[in-house]
């Protein structure tokens, strides 16, 4: 009989609705698993056992008073985790940092109220990089985030915590937030599914601003029906948001996209990244040829391309990344309690004008306007989503020089963040394994606004090349 986290999330829905399993037990067999094995995995910056009860004791008595199961809000009962980035109102929010470990936060993100009102059970805040800086999920607040395919490599970040919950069974699907890869580089590391949205599907209120839109939150999940599932629950839009997408026509739904045929694509691929000095390990590769091969066995046309985003783009995306910890109320004499990578962050930023702010995000635009086109002409885009297999924990910080960090996160992640600053939607479908068990992702990039026809081509690649049978040794 398999056990409660061998289900899918809609598996456990459906399971809960039809009264053959009860949202308490569901909760309680979850926080065992937190209990028993993240000390070693590293998921959780904080576990809300209390309010997960309270959460799950209510569901079950919504679902037994209900005369119309289907009439209930549609994850009610479900299981999951938040990321210590987004406001939990009245839970303690660290943002990842030493600064901010008794912080609580006051109100609910606009995806939280969401998902609140979808009908979830909490189980926690899963563990970030401060401020989400980095693409590794190492901080002063909790234990590093380990992929469980191998307890010595990182989850992967900036969702690292959400991504090693999800693949170790600690929770069947979780909230994450991509602002330069932070969904898809963790799920690639996992071996999970996870989707970026299209810039402005999903609101940042009521707080952090989207003045260039680069962040989004995003699904992450074993199988692309639940990513696509939650994506339908997370969509919000608020007004002041400067960036909006419309929602799927009425009446369909990005888990009914999922359930369709894509049709017969024509899919772009290149492996160049924008970073000097970037080298792609030969397992990436071969899985990106593996799975190129796979789209043409499924009836796709594939055409080599170069890329469309030129070196000089890194310059001016760094000169925007530097502002982010300035986003963050930090006080001058809160600063030397920062990771130094943050710290060095903070410096470069604060020495920017604004003309020379306003100058990067102008050259960002321009690099959009230049690319889109070409990107745009085809139904997806087929590029490995990291340079290489899981990172060994300590491996970006081991000389303890900040720059040499970031240099080493720029070659390690150099593929996905072009897409954040594009804004279109994208992908890591966890296709491919190497001959030592660890997960290789591969991303695939749509046009602006279509999450369905990615949706759907992972589906595809789902049935063709199963992977949610595959469980780490953990499990």
Wanted: glycine share 8%.
């Amino acid at each position: 009989m398999p056990q409660i986290h061998d289900l899918t999330a809609i598996e456990l829905s459906a399971a809960m609705r039809a009264g053959e399993l009860s949202p308490v037990d569901v909760t309680e067999h979850y926080l065992e698993r937190i209990d028993r094995l993240d000390a070693r995995l590293g998921a959780f910056v904080t576990v809300t056992p209390d309010l997960a009860r309270e959460q799950a004791a209510e569901a079950e008595r919504r679902l037994r008073a209900a005369a119309d199961p289907a009439a209930l809000p549609p994850l009610l009962g479900l299981p999951v985790p938040i990321k210590d980035l987004d406001m939990l109102a009245g839970v303690r929010l660290t943002w990842g940092s030493k600064v901010f470990t008794d912080f609580v936060a006051p109100v609910d993100d606009a995806v939280v109220a969401r998902l609140r009102a979808a009908g979830i059970v909490v189980l926690g805040k899963t563990n970030t990089p401060e401020f989400g800086l980095s693409c590794h999920t190492e901080n002063g607040v909790a234990p590093p985030a380990r992929t469980p395919w191998d307890l010595g490599r990182s989850a992967g970040g900036s969702s690292g915590g959400a991504a090693a919950a999800v693949a170790a069974g600690l929770a069947p699907i979780a909230q994450g937030s991509d602002g330069g890869g932070s969904v898809r580089i963790p799920c690639s590391a996992c071996g999970l599914f996870g989707i970026k949205p299209t810039r402005g599907r999903i609101s940042k209120a009521p707080v952090a601003p989207d003045l260039i839109g680069l962040g989004t939150a995003g699904p992450l999940a074993r199988t692309v029906r639940d990513a696509a599932w939650l994506l339908d629950a997370m969509l919000v839009q608020r007004p002041g948001d400067l960036y909006t997408a419309p929602p799927p026509p009425p009446g369909e739904t990005f888990l009914g996209y999922a359930e369709r045929e894509p049709g017969r694509l024509r899919i772009a691929r290149f492996a160049t990244t924008t970073v000097p000095g970037s080298e792609v390990h030969p397992d990436v590769m071969a899985a990106y040829e593996e799975t190129s091969k796979l789209l043409v066995e499924l009836g796709h046309e594939v055409t080599d391309i170069d890329s469309p985003f030129p070196a000089d783009l890194i310059p001016q995306f760094e000169k925007v990344w530097a502002t982010m910890p300035s986003l963050y109320p930090v006080t001058d004499d809160q600063v030397d309690r920062l990771e130094p990578l943050t710290r060095w962050l903070l410096e470069r930023g604060r020495r920017l004008s604004a003309a020379e702010y306003v100058a990067a995000t102008a050259a960002l635009q321009n690099a959009v306007r230049a690319a889109l086109p070409l990107l745009e002409s085809y139904d997806a885009v087929l590029n490995p989503t990291i340079a290489q297999p899981p990172a060994p924990i300590g491996h970006f910080t081991e000389t303890g020089d900040p720059a040499e960090e970031f240099d080493r996160i720029k070659r390690f992640a150099g593929y996905p963040a072009p897409y954040n600053v594009t804004g279109q939607p994208a992908v890591s479908v966890p296709t491919e394994w190497t001959a030592d068990g660890l997960p290789i992702g591969m991303m695939l990039a749509g046009r602006t606004g279509d999450e369905k026809t990615l949706i759907s081509l992972s589906a595809q690649l789902e049935a063709a090349r199963p992977w949610a049978h595959r469980t780490p040794p953990m499990w």
